[in-house]
Every structure is written in C-alpha cells, then in structure tokens.
C-alpha cells in the first residue's frame, strides 16, 4: 500500500505558516486603515477661529512663531482682554526683541510694555498648561483665549483644562503660515506633522483619563 501521510504532512505545512502571515497581513492592512482614517478626522475637524473673537479675562500665546504672537498682540490691541502671557519664551528673549522681530508700532510697544507677560520655564504644552495656571491666579482670570497653530490647538486645550478644569478655555487657533495651501496628504512634511500631533494627542489625552 502506498503511504502518503508523509506527503500530506508536507503539502500541510506550508499553510501553518502562510494561513497566519495572511491574517497577520490584513489585520495591519486594516489597523493601518483605521489609524489613516483617524487621522483624516483629526485634520479635518481641526478648529477655526470664530468670526467674532468674544471677550475674555486674558490671553495666552504658546510660543512658536510670529502668526501666533502677532495674533495674540491683535487681541490684546483690540480690547479683547486686558492681560496676555506668551509662554514658553526662549532663554535671552525680552520684549524689545519681540517689538523688533514683529515691527510692532509705538502703540503695540506701549501694550507689549503694560500688559504682556514673558513666561520661560515651559518647554512643552504640559509646561505652557502649568505656567498659564499660574499666571491666571495670580490675576484672576476665569476665561482664557487660547492662541496657538491650529493643529496645535487639540492637545493644547486639553492640557490648560486639564490643570484649570474651573476655567474656561475658548481656543483661537492660528494657521501656519508654513502650511498654508499644502495638502497634508501629498507633503510629506505636512503629513508627518500632523501625524506626529495626532498621536501626541491621543497618547496625551489616554494619559489624562488613567491617571
């Protein structure tokens, strides 16, 4: 009698490996999906700033470039608040360097002067989140103005009303002047931007909800 157990047993043990690569494959293929479509939805619905900036008891400016501190000082310019803070200001910068790199008139030297505060302990969003805390008891402040880069702004609010969950955070976001016109699906530096923050994000944000 002819025995073909043992070519069976060969002509089996292929498929113990290739049935769990193809599952393995897929289920990449469509984790990879999901997370793009995630990611599609975080850019998306990234915010805007309302048409009408409403009032606020101050203003706060992360660092990381003029468009957001110009806008900041805007704000501030047209009486939406009384007081401002950037935060996250570099070591060596002061407000005459500020004035100069912005081209600011007497009038915004004269606001940059009163009523901006410099903030330069924070390094990152948690350390902007702490020093707005701060700077906000120590004036009294209820509602805040958020300003910073739009794609920014998601894990920014999180932060601030992660530290001051009393207090009103009312975001204003910027668009990077870097960024405009380009599409985040077909720059590569744009999409590994936002892909960056997108993960920031969530990872912040399931950070917050442990702990």
């Avoid at 009698?1 to 043992?6: G, I």
């Avoid at 110009?70 to 910068?93: C, Q």
Wanted: aromatic share 6%.
């Amino acid at each position: 009698m002819l025995d073909l157990s043992n070519a069976i047993l060969k002509d089996r043990w292929p498929n113990r490996w290739l049935r769990p690569s193809i599952s393995l494959g897929a289920g990449v293929i469509i984790a990879g999906a999901l997370i793009l479509s995630l990611l599609q939805h975080f850019v998306l619905t990234l915010p805007k700033p309302p048409a009408t900036a409403p009032q606020a008891d101050g203003i706060v400016v992360t660092t990381g470039g003029q468009a957001r501190l110009r806008t900041g000082l805007d704000l501030l310019a047209n009486k939406k608040a009384p007081h401002l803070l950037i935060t996250g200001v570099g070591d060596g910068i002061n407000k005459q360097m500020i004035s100069r790199s912005l081209d600011l008139t007497a009038r915004g030297d004269a606001l940059l002067a009163c009523c901006v505060s410099l903030e330069f302990m924070a390094k990152d969003t948690i350390g902007n989140a702490v020093a707005a805390k701060k700077w906000a008891a120590e004036k009294d402040i209820q509602t805040i103005l958020l300003v910073t880069s739009d794609y920014h702004m998601p894990r920014a609010v999180r932060e601030l009303a992660h530290q001051m969950p009393r207090r009103t955070i009312i975001a204003y976001p910027v668009k990077a002047p870097d960024l405009a016109g380009k599409s985040w699906y077909s720059d590569w530096q744009t999409y590994r931007l936002y892909m960056r923050e997108f993960l920031k994000y969530h990872l912040r944000t399931l950070v917050i909800i442990i702990t």
